[in-house]
C-alpha cells in the first residue's frame, strides 16, 4: 500500500513523513511537494504536486492509496486547489482521502472554516472514502508569539476569555499517521484537539511562570489588535485573518472538549507548558 502526504515541505507534513517512517516501510511513502528543491532531506520518494497545476495531479498521483490532502495556506484560493486534487485523486484511483479541515467546520465563526467545510462539501461530493481531521490551533500559533511578548513586557491578542483547546503540531501529525496506517476511520469526521484548554491570560500566566518576569495579557479589540500585526510587518490579510480567529476563539471557536485526539493516538495531548518551554529555549 502506498501512502501519499501533500504539503510535505511544510511544517505538518514534515512531522508525519517523520512520523510514518517509524510505522512503514520508506519505499510506500510518496512526499508530495510544491518545493522540489525543499525536499531533500525527507527520504522518501518525491514527486511535484502543486494544487494550482491541475493538469498534472492525476499523474503524481498514480499508485498512491491513501492520500493525505494537507490543506494549503494560500487562503483564498484554497477552494479550488483543493478541488483540483479531489479531482485528480479521483482519476487515479486513490481508495482513501484524509484531510487536514478545522475543528468545528460545520459551526465554527473563524472566516478560515469557510474554504474548509466547502473542500468537505467536494469530498463527500466526490464519492471517494474519506476521514477528515477537523485540526484545532496549533499550539505553536500562539507560543511562537511568547519570545516577542517577553521581549514587549505583554502578550497581546483578541481572544477575551475565550477557552483555547490547541494542541501540538506533533500530535496532529500523529493522528494523520493513525488514519494513514490503520483501519476503522473510513467517512468518518474527527474533532481534534487538545486535552486542556486555556485562555491567553492562563498562556501569559504560564509566560511569566516559566521566565520570572510578569507578562500580563492585554485584551484588545479585533481592529486595534490587526492594526498592531500590520505595524509589525505582517499582510493585511494575514493581520485581518489571525485578529478574526481570535475573535472566533473569544466566542468558543477554538474549544473542544470531547478528547478524541488524545483517544486516536492513544496518549495524552502535548501539554502547553512543554510547547512554550521548547519556543522560548
Ligand atoms: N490548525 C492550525 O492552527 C493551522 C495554522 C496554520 C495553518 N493551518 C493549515 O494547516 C496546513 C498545514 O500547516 P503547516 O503548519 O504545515 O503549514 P505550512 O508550514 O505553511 O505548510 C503548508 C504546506 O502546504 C504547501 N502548499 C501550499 N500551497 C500549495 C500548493 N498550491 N500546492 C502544493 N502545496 C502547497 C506548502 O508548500 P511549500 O513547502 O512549497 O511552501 C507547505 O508545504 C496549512 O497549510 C494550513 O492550511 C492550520
Not at 483501519?183 to 498562556?203: C, Q, S, V, W
Request: proline content about 2%.
Amino acid at each position: 500500500m502506498k501512502i501519499g502526504v501533500t504539503g510535505a515541505t511544510g511544517q505538518l507534513g514534515r512531522l508525519t513523513i517523520a512520523k510514518l517512517k517509524e510505522k512503514v516501510a520508506t519505499d510506500s511513502i510518496v512526499a508530495l511537494v510544491r518545493t522540489p528543491e525543499k525536499a531533500a532531506g525527507l527520504g522518501v520518494e518525491t514527486r511535484a504536486f502543486d494544487y494550482s497545476k491541475r493538469d498534472s495531479l492525476a499523474a503524481s498521483l498514480q499508485g498512491i492509496d491513501k492520500l493525505l490532502l494537507i490543506s494549503g495556506n494560500e487562503v483564498g484560493q484554497r477552494l479550488p486547489q483543493h478541488i483540483a486534487v479531489i479531482e485528480a485523486a479521483k482519476k487515479a484511483g486513490v481508495k482513501q482521502i484524509i484531510y487536514t479541515s478545522i475543528l468545528h467546520a460545520d459551526t465554527s465563526s473563524l472566516g478560515l472554516a469557510v474554504e474548509h467545510l466547502a473542500t468537505e462539501a467536494a469530498i463527500k461530493a466526490s464519492g471517494l472514502v474519506y476521514t477528515i481531521l477537523r485540526n484545532g490551533w496549533y499550539t505553536e500559533n500562539y507560543t511562537g508569539s511568547a519570545k516577542g511578548a517577553i521581549g514587549a513586557g505583554a502578550f497581546i491578542g483578541c481572544a477575551g476569555n475565550g477557552k483555547i483547546a490547541s494542541a501540538a503540531r506533533v500530535d496532529f501529525a500523529a493522528a494523520a499517521v493513525v488514519v494513514l496506517t490503520g483501519t476503522g476511520h473510513e467517512n468518518k469526521i474527527y474533532e481534534l484537539a487538545g486535552d486542556t484548554a486555556y485562555t491567553l491570560a492562563d498562556l501569559a500566566a504560564e509566560i511569566s511562570r516559566q521566565t520570572g518576569k510578569a507578562i500580563p495579557y492585554n485584551n484588545l479589540t479585533e481592529t486595534q489588535y490587526a492594526d498592531i500585526l500590520k505595524s509589525f510587518g505582517l499582510p493585511e490579510g494575514v493581520a485581518q485573518m489571525l485578529a478574526d480567529s481570535d475573535t472566533g476563539a473569544s466566542k468558543g471557536g477554538l474549544f473542544d472538549d470531547s478528547k478524541q485526539l488524545s483517544a486516536l493516538i492513544g496518549r495524552p495531548t502535548t501539554s502547553l507548558s512543554k510547547v512554550l518551554a521548547d519556543a522560548i529555549a
